[in-house]
């Protein structure tokens, strides 16, 4: 992207990557070392235009002012090619800096259903497949690697080359949020789909044509104290009732077997355990010890989004998530994370507090220059001191394609996971459906959709599995709390399938308690991620549902909160068991 001289002899391509990163090293002030430690969120927009939601000052103030260089894409656009157009403009500003040190673009997630700006985004203008739970249900690590081939070429073409993700974390505790973009609840699964997805991103060998995956939360989120998610002071413990520390880090051994690039530690805290109290961002023994030392990985490590400092999101307040650490100042906290062991700061952009720390001799250069190091040489590995910027009008004929979109929804159908069949499947083509959750239109190419369930051959209603309202905006995009079905949704189902055959299709975000409903039912099926089309195509038996759960499905509450979290199939004597699905 610029020409080599004398002045930036780093651009030599010809020269060894350690090489490279020294010379670049030599040539850095404090000030662009600093800068590099700082990961957090971006948006698409104009260059001095403010992101809205979480107030995070404008690219051109993070570049030039900040001297920052990794940035964590926010939302979507219409077409590959506006992100594109977007990467592009953020690249030539980094390169008018003086030392034009490439961006690096990351993503949480954005092939399937979900929106939630902690954790992923809607697929919008790139193929849509099934959550990564659906993956799961499909067990098929051949798919698993198709599926991140596709995704690291969409990703590539706009510009980005860290996926913060795959999630490798055990589904253990039914209640916890964020299930829905992990392999399930079985170690052994997980470890081998997620070693797919990674060689999926990063290919065959780790180079120019890769993205870099930063595989999450080490050493295992999951063991949740009551299921609740430690991005909120409420879900901070992870407790270990079962003495299960050690399988929750199977997966991520076959991660670093897999070569996975980077990792990012979780914000819980362990407690009654060897370790610290702390999050483990924070965690000396975990990152050093267990990660660096135990693993052997000499990646970058980078903290889950905003351990250093509090923070207003969609208008709410939320304290830094420094569980364990309350008590320290963001320079202290600063100081922890780095004498841990970790490269970089998610969500946080105040290289102004690492240069204080290291005008007082808290923190020394040559501990600067050991990060530095990591993290500049998987910008020369990505080949984007060479490559930076994109083809905007390719990014279009790319991001979507039809292959990769029919790859999407066949992967859709195929993890429909049916769990109760009384003869009402397949639906017969041209049947009176009553519908909810279905958009008539959809549903008018497979039958003749009628208003009443009194009306119908059979009713298919899609229901989401349940959670609780929580207090703030933010904190209702982790669906959290009790798994039951409310009285009124379930008293709302048994009256229509007393009135008619009826089939019903639950969004298994986290593992639903369906006892209320199963009994009454003529089919039930659950989905990871899919349209109406996909699943109206296999319960017509157009397409066949080779899903699995990737997780037992509990009986009760009384069963869940009896089990232990770190444990998995704990729950007593499940309604569906791990593995079951049925064929149509």
């Known amino acids: 992207m610029t020409e080599i001289t004398a002045e930036r002899p780093w651009l030599n391509a010809d020269l060894p990557i350690d090489e490279r990163v020294q010379l670049l090293l030599d040539a850095m002030t404090i000030e662009e070392k600093a800068g590099l430690f700082f990961h957090t969120m971006i948006a698409i927009g104009g260059l001095d235009e403010k992101n809205p939601v979480f107030e995070t000052p404008t690219a051109r103030e993070f570049v030039e002012g900040k001297r920052m260089s990794h940035f964590n894409l926010l939302g979507a656009a219409p077409t590959g090619g506006e992100i594109a157009a977007w990467q592009n403009q953020v690249q030539q500003l980094a390169a008018s800096t003086r030392l034009g040190i490439p961006v690096t673009l990351s993503t949480d997630p954005r092939h399937s259903f979900s929106e939630n700006p902690g954790a992923s985004i809607l697929a919008g203008p790139f193929s849509q497949w099934p959550e990564?739970?659906?993956?799961?249900?499909?067990?098929?690590?051949?798919?698993?690697?198709?599926?991140?081939?596709?995704?690291?070429?969409?990703?590539?073409?706009?510009?980005?080359?860290?996926?913060?993700?795959?999630?490798?974390?055990?589904?253990?505790?039914?209640?916890?949020?964020?299930?829905?973009?992990?392999?399930?609840?079985?170690?052994?699964?997980?470890?081998?789909?997620?070693?797919?997805?990674?060689?999926?991103?990063?290919?065959?060998?780790?180079?120019?044509?890769?993205?870099?995956?930063?595989?999450?939360?080490?050493?295992?989120?999951?063991?949740q104290k009551d299921g609740e998610d430690p991005h909120f002071e409420y879900g901070r413990e992870q407790v270990y009732p079962g003495g299960e520390f050690e399988l929750h880090l199977k997966p991520f051994e076959d991660a670093i077997a897999a070569g996975t690039r980077q990792m990012m530690p979780y914000y819980g805290m362990p407690v009654g355990t060897e370790h610290e109290e702390v999050g483990f961002g924070f965690n000396k023994s975990v990152i050093t010890g267990l990660l660096r030392e135990r693993f052997g990985f000499d990646g970058v490590v980078c903290t889950d989004w905003g351990l250093i400092n509090d923070a207003e999101i969609f208008g709410h307040p939320f304290p830094a998530r420094a569980w364990g650490v309350e008590h320290l100042t963001p320079k202290e906290?600063?100081?922890?994370?780095?004498?841990?062991?970790?490269?970089?700061?998610?969500?946080?952009?105040?290289?102004?507090?690492?240069?204080?720390?290291?005008?007082?001799?808290?923190?020394?250069?040559?501990?600067?220059?050991?990060?530095?190091?990591?993290?500049?040489?998987?910008?020369?590995?990505?080949?984007?001191?060479?490559?930076?910027?994109?083809?905007?009008?390719?990014?279009?004929?790319?991001?979507?394609?039809?292959?990769?979109?029919?790859?999407?929804?066949?992967?859709?159908?195929?993890?429909?996971?049916?769990?109760?069949?009384?003869?009402?499947?397949?639906?017969?083509?041209?049947?009176?459906?009553?519908?909810e959750g279905i958009d008539a239109e959809v549903a008018g190419a497979y039958g003749e959709v009628v208003a009443t369930p009194a009306e119908a051959d059979v009713a298919v209603l899609r229901l989401q599995a349940p959670f609780e309202d929580r207090g703030s905006v933010f904190e209702n995009f982790f669906h959290a709390g009790s798994l039951e079905l409310a009285p009124d949704v379930v008293a709302h189902v048994r009256e229509v399938a007393a009135a008619v055959p009826t089939i019903v299709d639950v969004l298994a975000d986290r593992p639903a308690v369906l006892t209320g409903i199963s009994d009454a039912v003529a089919a039930l099926t659950v989905n990871w991620g899919a349209s109406s089309a996909a699943l109206l195509d296999v319960l017509t038996g157009a397409a066949e549902a080779k899903g699995r759960l990737p997780f037992d499905l509990p009986r009760s509450m009384a069963a869940v909160q009896a089990s232990r979290p770190d444990v998995p199939f704990d729950t007593a004597d499940p309604l569906f068991r791990f593995g079951h699905g049925l064929t149509i």
């Open 333 to 435: 906290r600063m100081k922890k994370v780095l004498d841990a062991g970790a490269d970089q700061f998610g969500g946080e952009d105040c290289p102004e507090l690492l240069l204080e720390l290291v005008a007082e001799g808290e923190v020394t250069e040559e501990r600067l220059d050991v990060s530095a190091r990591r993290l500049l040489r998987e910008k020369f590995a990505l080949g984007l001191f060479e490559n930076a910027l994109v083809d905007e009008a390719a990014a279009n004929g790319i991001v979507g394609r039809e292959d990769f979109r029919t790859a999407g929804e066949a992967a859709q159908r195929a993890s429909i996971t049916v769990l109760t069949n009384a003869g009402a499947l397949p639906i017969a083509r041209g049947a009176r459906l009553y519908v």
């Open 132 to 223: 990564t739970l659906g993956l799961a249900a499909i067990r098929d690590a051949d798919l698993v690697e198709r599926f991140a081939d596709i995704a690291r070429q969409e990703y590539t073409a706009v510009g980005l080359r860290v996926a913060l993700h795959p999630q490798v974390d055990l589904a253990t505790e039914p209640r916890w949020a964020r299930q829905t973009a992990t392999f399930g609840e079985d170690a052994e699964l997980a470890g081998q789909l997620g070693a797919a997805y990674i060689r999926g991103f990063q290919g065959e060998s780790f180079g120019p044509g890769s993205v870099s995956t930063m595989t999450k939360h080490f050493p295992g989120g999951g063991p």
